[in-house]
Nanobody, 125 residues
Framework: QVQLVESGGGLVQAGGSLRLSCAASGRTLSPNTMAWFRQAPGKEREFVAAINWDGGRTYYADSVKGRFTISRDNAKKTVYLQMIGLKPEDTAVYYC??????????????????WGQGTLVTVSS
């Protein structure tokens, strides 16, 4: 079993920044892919960013490219999402996920087998 706990969400004005963290615990995770997804009210969960097991490869949704940065610290079993230039449309619950079965940088939620409980990010205009 793997447990994921997100933190760092909150209320921020448009143009502001936040850093989300996702701490993992449980059985050994490496090698694996970790990712962030988000779900806005009334919308489907969507892919935000993914990072491979050693942090050498990343993949971003077009909507966040250039504004968000995913990173990881395997010694701390933590993945981060640095968000700058936040927009009201970034408002959502952000979820951390891990794919323990492959090395792919997947963008489909079905490819990830463990999920956190989510942290709410609200961007005011």
């Amino acid at each position: 079993q793997v447990q994921l706990v997100e933190s760092g969400g909150g209320l921020v004005q448009a143009g502001g920044s936040l850093r989300l963290s996702c701490a993992a615990s449980g059985r050994t995770l490496s090698p694996n892919t970790m990712a962030w997804f988000r779900q806005a009210p009334g919308k489907e969960r969507e892919f935000v960013a993914a990072i491979n097991w050693d942090g050498g490869r990343t993949y971003y949704a077009d909507s966040v490219k250039g504004r968000f940065t995913i990173s990881r610290d395997n010694a701390k079993k933590t993945v981060y999402l640095q968000m700058i230039g936040l927009k009201p449309e970034d408002t959502a619950v952000y979820y951390c996920a891990v794919d323990t079965a492959s090395y792919k940088l997947g963008s489909a939620a079905s490819e990830y087998d463990y999920w956190g409980q989510g942290t709410l990010v609200t961007v005011s205009s």
